[in-house]
C-alpha cells in the first residue's frame, strides 16, 4: 500500500509568504492554504460526482465562515481535477479573500507541478 504524499510549498507576494501543505492519499486530497505560517482555517470539502454522472460537484463549508467562499471554489475545483474527496482551509490574516484568490491558485498550480515532478523522479 502506497503512503500519503505530503507537499509543501510557498510564494512570497507583497512582501508577504503564502503557504500550502498538501496532502494526497488514494481516495482524497487535502490542502492548507495559508498567510505566513501554517494554520487551519475555514475548511470546505467536496466531493467529485461519479464520472458517468452529469451535474456539479457536491460541497459544503466543514468549519468557520470567514474564507467559505473560497474554500468551497478551491475544494471543488481541486475534487473535479483530482477526482477525489477535496478538503481545502483558507487561513488569512491582513489579505482578504478576494486578493488572495489569484495567489492561492499560483500555489494549487505550484504543488501540482511539484507533484508531477516528484512523480517523475519517483521521489
Known amino acids: 500500500m502506497e503512503r500519503a504524499r505530503i507537499l509543501k510549498e510557498g510564494v512570497v507576494e507583497q512582501n508577504i509568504h503564502f503557504l500550502a501543505v498538501y496532502v494526497e492519499t488514494r481516495n482524497a486530497c487535502l490542502i492548507l492554504l495559508s498567510e505566513r505560517e501554517d494554520k ?15 451535474g456539479p460537484v457536491s460541497s459544503s463549508v466543514l468549519l468557520g ?46 504543488v501540482a507541478q511539484a507533484e508531477v515532478e516528484k512523480e517523475k523522479t519517483g521521489t
Open 65 to 110: 465562515d470567514k474564507n467559505a467562499i473560497s474554500a468551497r471554489m478551491f475544494a471543488e475545483y481541486i475534487a473535479s481535477r483530482k477526482q477525489k474527496i477535496a478538503l481545502v482551509s483558507i487561513y488569512l490574516e491582513t489579505f482578504n479573500e478576494m486578493q488572495a484568490q489569484s495567489i492561492f491558485m499560483k500555489l494549487i498550480e505550484k
Open 40 to 54: 487551519l482555517g475555514t475548511l470546505a470539502i467536496a466531493v467529485p460526482k461519479p464520472r458517468d454522472l452529469i
